[in-house]
């Protein structure tokens, strides 16, 4: 059985001349095959649109005497906002309320969802599986939703702990809609940082002012005051909207290039793959005859021509 086996030793080895024998002959119909994969990709890809990212980057603002007050505020019991940090920025621009507040706020259904959105009934256009499901389905407007599904898809948060440097990006089918949607998504989110802002310190100097109404020892009243003086300064930096939260370092701009689709790139890899794979099966299976009878080779190649 061994001998059997091992009868004829050369057949289990690669000869790189005999394949390269096999394919000089076809060589030209593997490239016209490739070239047309690679055409055929190109046309794919121009039907797709074009995607435009504006970028922004920011880092938080830290007030140096908010860590003053810390202690004493939250040994009272108050809510105390503390340093605004990167990782608090990436969780606010992350959030579906500031995706709702942007979207629901500003008009940009036409850029978040060129195709869905019906800007003459200002209405989501009913597609065929909604129909298909639901023969009662009727256009409405984008709600919240809508918002939430549109901020996942374009919308990239990167944060670097290290720096405190935060990366905010969209992506859309219009420059100038990608660059006002991270505008908005930067105004959004300094009034909202200011909304809490102002809450927080109006329940606080009430608190402190109820506490000042009902203390009688000096010395907890002159501390309670510093206090309450605290929080009128933390009110009045909150108006200052411009170093308020977050600093901004790049602002968004119009894009002056698409970031995809790489359609030369796309349509290269995929001529360069082609012509790969066809070599490969054209080596592999030379001794088939269904090569021969679909023309792929123009002659037999049999274990003889190893000789």
């Keep these: 059985m061994e001998e059997k086996l091992h009868a004829h030793p050369e057949d289990d080895l690669i000869d790189l001349g005999q394949y390269w024998a096999v394919l000089r002959p076809n060589l030209w119909k593997v490239f016209l095959l490739s070239l047309a994969v690679g055409i055929a990709t190109f046309l794919l890809m121009l039907q797709k649109p074009n995607i435009y990212q504006a970028t922004a980057v920011i880092t938080p603002v830290v007030e140096e005497r908010q860590n003053q007050a810390l202690g004493a505020l939250t040994s009272f019991g108050l809510s105390v906002g503390g340093p605004t940090k990167v990782q608090d920025l990436e969780a606010l621009f992350k959030s ?54 549109a901020a996942k898809t374009g919308l990239k948060v990167l944060a670097d702990k290290k720096t405190g440097i935060l990366t905010l990006s969209f992506e859309s089918v219009s420059k100038e809609g990608s660059a006002n949607i991270v505008k908005y998504f930067l105004e959004e989110a300094k009034s909202r940082l200011q909304e809490e802002a102002f809450n927080r310190a109006t329940k606080n100097k009430m608190f402190i002012e109820e506490q000042i109404s009902r203390t009688v020892d000096a010395l ?88």
């Design 96 to 149: 579906n309320d500031l995706a709702v507040r942007v979207f629901l706020g500003h008009d940009f259904w036409s850029v978040v969802l060129p195709d869905s959105y019906d800007t003459k009934t200002g209405k989501m256009k009913v597609g065929w599986l909604s129909s298909l499901l639901d023969n009662n389905a009727i256009p409405k407007p984008p709600g919240e939703w809508t918002a939430i599904g």
């Design 220 to 307: 907890n009243r002159d501390r309670l005051y510093s206090l309450l003086g605290q929080e009128v300064e933390r009110e009045m930096m909150a108006r200052n909207r411009e170093q308020f939260g977050f600093r901004v370092i790049d602002s968004p701009r119009v894009p002056i290039g698409k970031v995809r689709p790489q359609r030369g790139k796309m349509a290269l890899a995929m001529t360069l793959l082609m012509f790969l794979f066809a070599t490969m099966v054209i080596a592999r299976f030379r001794h088939q005859p269904w090569m021969k009878k679909f023309g792929v080779i123009t002659r037999d190649y049999d274990r003889q021509d190893r000789k």
